[in-house]
């Protein structure tokens, strides 16, 4: 069996989703009891206490699921789990912005903004794997005739799945 050492990012990553899932689960249910706080439209959108108590326990889940994995030989498929939990909040904050605004206020607009936007930039971070693998081997990616070299293959492979427009890799 081939040993890692932990993948930082994922465990950096893990912790995050679970500080903030557990504050903002509380600090929601405090608006919907109270009408005060971040979270104070609540109080008059009960059903939006129901969509965002269920979204902050599956953010929670997600980094319950980074932290287990973060040791993993394969963590870069934690990696696109941990792209696809910021991608998905963020889509539906742009594509909803209006409603997000009028209902809920530009506060938490930019506020799920600056979580959502450092988070997926943490994840495609290049973070070179220590291990007596395959993982230590340069990465050479040629994409549109341009040639790059990663040290992270998880970092590849999370392109390649996410945006399948590679010609080809070289090992």
Excluded: C
């Excluded at 909803?96 to 938490?108: K, L, N, P, T, Y």
């Excluded at 993982?135 to 040629?142: G, H």
């Excluded at 392109?159 to 090992?171: A, D, W």
Aim: charged share 10%; hydrophobic share 55%.
């Amino acid at each position: 069996m081939i040993t890692t050492k932990q993948n930082k990012v994922l465990k950096i990553h893990g912790i995050f989703l679970l500080l903030v899932t557990a504050i903002n689960t509380i600090v929601s249910l405090i608006g919907l009891k109270t009408g005060e706080g971040l979270f104070a439209f609540i109080k008059n959108i009960p059903m939006a206490e129901v969509g965002l108590f269920q979204a902050y326990l599956l953010m929670m889940l997600i980094g319950v699921v980074l932290l287990m994995n973060a040791g993993s030989e394969r963590s870069w498929r934690y990696d696109v789990i941990g792209i696809l939990a910021h991608l998905i909040p963020l889509s539906a904050l742009f594509l909803f912005q209006d409603v997000v605004q009028e209902i809920m206020g530009m506060q938490i607009f930019i506020a799920s903004a600056l979580i959502h936007i450092p988070g997926l930039l943490l994840n495609l971070l290049p973070q070179p794997y220590n291990t007596k693998s395959h993982m230590n081997k340069q990465y050479n990616i040629i994409l549109r005739g341009s040639r790059f070299h990663f040290a992270r293959p998880g970092l590849v492979m999370t392109l390649q799945t996410l945006l399948g427009i590679f010609k080809g890799i070289e090992h």
